[in-house]
């Protein structure tokens, strides 16, 4: 495999699940192309100006930052049904139509939800 | 031989994927190397001492893959988070022989050299 799409689509803070494919997701660049897909819930992780600090955990969004290389694509209906669209996204996401979105999933040799 | 890796996130008996993964790897074994990496709740599966009453119990069932070659492993940030810590050779005294605890870097390690990737998650 020289590619992994790593797609998330649970909340941030509500569980383990954005923190821990973040991990998985920076630990896999280097080794393969790496794109990480927000999907459905998940496209909260792309609202800029989260504030953690209340919960005692990291802010989510500034580990994405810290991996600059990492290709992170939000799944644009998601985040206009989520009320999202005028809100600040952080400046690394791309917005990605139902079909690049796809498109991006099956140019990847493999899918990895958690 | 052709490699196949099978990834797990959730604890044991709160589905079925555990059991799943463990006909999929028995079948495959066969023809495939196996991994089978363990992250988030399911660094839980490989504990010793499970007796869980209506399942089959998934710490020996993982044991038996080890034993026939399937290599088995589970993040060490989320087992340490979870209380299971590494022996020097990433055994820990409160699993089943066979899986190991070990680096989130084995996970692109084994992506990157297998042929397929089954992520079983809810």
Redesign the interface.
Same mark, same amino acid.
């Given at each position: *495999? %020289?590619s !992994?799409f790593y797609l998330l689509d649970s909340a941030p803070y509500g569980s383990?699940?954005a923190f821990?494919i973040i991990? !998985?997701a920076a630990?896999?660049l280097g %080794? *393969?192309e790496v794109t990480l897909g927000l999907y459905g819930d998940g496209a909260y992780l792309a609202l800029a100006n989260q504030n953690s600090k209340g919960l005692g955990v990291p802010n989510l969004a500034d580990i994405l930052y810290v991996y600059g290389e990492l290709r992170v694509l939000a799944h644009e209906f998601s985040v206009v049904k989520r009320g999202l669209f005028e809100e600040e996204l952080i400046e690394m996401v791309e917005l990605a139509d139902e079909g690049d979105f796809l498109e991006a999933i099956e140019d990847s040799?493999? &899918?990895? &939800? &958690? | 031989m052709k490699t196949l890796t099978i990834i797990l996130a959730d604890g044991p008996y709160i589905s079925e994927y555990a059991q799943i993964a463990y006909k999929i790897a028995d079948a495959a074994l066969k023809r495939y190397h196996v991994n089978i990496f363990l992250y988030l709740d399911a660094v839980h599966m490989p504990r010793e001492g499970q007796n869980p009453s209506f399942f089959a119990n998934e710490g020996e069932l993982f044991a038996d893959l080890t034993e026939r070659g399937a290599v088995i492993r589970a993040c060490s940030r989320c087992a340490a988070a979870r209380g299971y810590f590494a022996n020097e050779d990433g055994s820990c005294k409160d699993y089943y022989d066979g899986p190991k605890i070990s680096s989130l870097y084995d996970l692109p390690e084994m992506l990157s050299k297998s042929d397929k990737v089954i992520c079983l998650c809810r």
């Open positions: *495999m %020289r !992994a383990e699940k821990g991990n !998985a630990v896999s %080794r *393969m040799d493999c &899918l990895i &939800l &958690l | -």
